[in-house]
């Protein structure tokens, strides 16, 4: 009698015929996420992905193994006894992977890579590039603009940052979608339905050395939709001064994205934003001449599988300088690393 693998569905005794084909590492760090988090939701958002796109990636996956993994419904997240044996095979080969991207990086502790950020980066950003590089984080949280100034005079190997086709273009720097924040509006009062873009207002502060890619952006919403400008010179752009104004303005105002985890007060609420919905793009930038191995494997790793993150909706909004604006006005989402130059 044939030997089975204790992982097969009833009355399976071999693998797929298609099973070395079709089995992806990156399918199963998928399982491995979810395994991990127990929750779809929270896993899709580690993995930066849509939860839909996620849970059709595990079906897939389960397809092609001919085992359920999980057990869920509606309320709960749960392994399958298939799948806690799983579990521990999946996570070897991953780090296996792992170690064979770290040496196919030729020593790349030895050459560390140096990136930068504003705001955000993705909770996972070390994990993701310790497969290939030694990644080290910059301390100094700068703006944007200096951000990218500083991976083209070379302090800075990489930089996560909001940056535009002019500026790649200027500074002879490349651009990689790693992430967006789609932007909504914070107003007085109770009312929390959707707020017309042409109906927003928009902070523009005098102080251009610390707000000049919101500045640029800002403008060139209200250029498109009609929302109102409104100057200010206390960097309210952001934090309590912020929340003061929208009280003071008494009409939604769109928040930017250094407050887009700040918590919303009590005497005011958070209502989206359409007709078009406003979305901020963080760009991984390197130099377009970039050479070195461990720096290329780390954009590569950060970025193969990001897609499009909601700004091939037709109702997605970006600036017309922005190096994924005709991608997005596409409506055409696309998976794998989504690249500007």
Request: net charge neutral; glycine share 6%.
């Amino acid at each position: 009698m044939p030997a089975t693998t204790g992982l097969l569905s009833a009355g399976r005794q071999s693998l797929p015929p298609h099973y070395d084909d079709r089995v992806e590492l990156r399918q199963l760090g998928y399982f491995v996420a979810v395994a991990e988090e127990l929750h779809f939701g929270r896993a899709a958002e580690r993995l930066r992905i849509a939860g839909p796109s996620l849970s059709q990636q595990i079906k897939a996956l389960e397809r092609d193994l001919g085992v359920r993994l999980f057990d869920r419904d509606r309320r709960s997240v749960a392994l399958t006894a298939c799948g806690e044996a799983l579990l521990p095979r999946a996570k070897e080969l991953l780090k296996q992977a792992d170690e064979l991207r770290r040496s196919a990086a030729g020593m790349s502790a030895i050459e560390p890579v140096r990136l930068g950020y504003v705001n955000w980066r993705p909770t996972d950003l070390v994990t993701r590039a310790s497969g290939v590089a030694q990644l080290h984080v910059d301390a100094w949280v700068m703006p944007s603009h200096t951000q990218a100034s500083r991976v083209a005079d070379h302090s800075i190997d990489l930089a996560i940052c909001w940056v535009q086709a002019d500026d790649l273009v200027n500074d002879d720097l490349e651009a990689r979608l790693i992430g967006a924040d789609r932007l909504f509006a914070i107003a007085a009062g109770t009312d929390t339905s959707a707020a017309q873009a042409k109906d927003t207002l928009v902070l523009l502060d005098a102080d251009t050395a610390t707000w000049s890619s919101w500045n640029r952006y800002a403008e060139q919403f209200a250029r498109d939709t009609g929302a109102r400008i409104v100057h200010i010179d206390d960097g309210g752009v952001t934090g309590p001064a912020f929340f003061d104004h929208v009280r003071r303005l008494r009409r939604p105002v769109i928040n930017s994205p250094k407050g887009q985890t700040a918590p919303v007060p009590r005497d005011l609420v958070q209502r989206p934003v359409v007709n078009p919905s406003p979305y901020w793009t963080w760009s991984l930038v390197s130099r377009r001449d970039e050479t070195r191995t461990a720096v290329r494997a780390t954009i590569e790793a950060l970025t193969h599988d990001v897609g499009m993150l909601g700004l091939d909706a037709d109702t997605a909004w970006v600036p017309p300088s922005d190096p994924y604006r005709t991608i997005a006005t596409a409506g055409q989402g696309q998976s794998g690393a989504v690249t500007a130059a």
